[in-house]
């Protein structure tokens, strides 16, 4: 039995063919699955998965988080007020300034606690967000809750791209299980 391809995507809309970008996220997820792995490592936080495709993403062109201090974050507009300073603005993990692509690591109950569907909804109303990229664990062991947060998020993403009810101002949203 041949071991399924490391890291699980999946790309939105799926009538779209992925953009030339999606090879080289997918691919710093990838070469770090010895350290990231939720299949077979627990207790990987989100930082943890960021500080190591790090350095694959910025080498692609993305600005990344570095810390929890207000100069190591990577904030995005919103809305702008007063002399076209920023009135409403979210914090982000990654963004990639040329192809508009937010980046967010969700690790732990990302999907139980719909974290997916906030991060859907922020990229939404960002200012240049075109694209967003979101990794979620494939697997989840944590307490006494076993979660496939992968496959809850797409099956949340597929519904929304599914129904004609939900029109996001996206032009895609790249899913990723780690």
Do not use: C
Not at 26 to 41: C, K, L, M, P, Y
Request: hydrophobic share 40%; aromatic share 8%.
């Amino acid at each position: 039995m041949a071991a399924s391809p490391y890291p699980s995507w999946r790309y939105y809309p799926s009538r779209d063919r992925a953009p030339d970008w999606v090879a080289g996220l997918v691919g710093s997820f990838a070469v770090v699955q010895e350290t990231i792995d939720s299949r077979t490592h627990t207790g990987v936080s989100s930082d943890q998965v960021l500080a190591a495709v790090r350095s694959g993403i910025e080498t692609d062109g993305y600005l990344v988080e570095t810390g929890k201090t207000t100069t190591s974050k990577i904030t995005r507009p919103v809305l702008f007020g007063e002399n076209g300073k920023a009135q409403v603005a979210y914090d982000v993990d990654g963004f990639h300034p040329d192809h508009g692509v937010v980046l967010e690591v969700e690790a732990g109950r990302g999907a139980a606690n719909n974290a997916d569907y906030r991060d859907i909804i922020r990229a939404s109303l960002m200012v240049d967000a075109r694209y967003l990229a979101l990794a979620m664990m494939l697997d989840y062991r944590g307490g006494n809750q076993k979660l496939k947060s992968y496959e809850q998020t797409r099956t949340r993403v597929d519904a929304i791209y599914a129904s004609d009810r939900l029109q996001l101002p996206l032009d895609g949203l790249l899913l990723i299980g780690y």
